[in-house]
């Protein structure tokens, strides 16, 4: 369900053109989630988080980025996929 007013995750696939995509440990993020909400808040963005998916016995998390610069540090940080957005995935 998502609150009212807010785009959907597929509305929001559409319009973003770089989707980060980052595997999920068994055990969950942990400490790596606040950091990764930690880099949004240096950089000086609004997390925003999209739709997850499941692989065989893998989960992943995807982040949206407009500006690829900021989506590739991200991608360096936390060692996650970077996607452009051409419906790739």
Not at 36 to 49: Q, T, Y
């Amino acid at each position: 369900m998502r609150y009212k007013g807010r785009p959907s995750s597929k509305t929001i696939e559409r319009e973003v053109p770089h989707v980060v995509e980052i595997a999920v440990p068994l055990g969950g993020l942990g400490k790596r989630l606040d950091a990764m909400h930690d880099f949004h808040r240096v950089f000086g963005i609004k997390p925003c988080l999209g739709r997850s998916r499941r692989e065989d016995t893998q989960d992943y998390l995807s982040w949206y980025f407009f500006d690829r610069k900021t989506a590739t540090a991200f991608v360096e940080k936390f060692r996650a996929k970077l996607f452009a957005q051409s419906n790739t995935r």
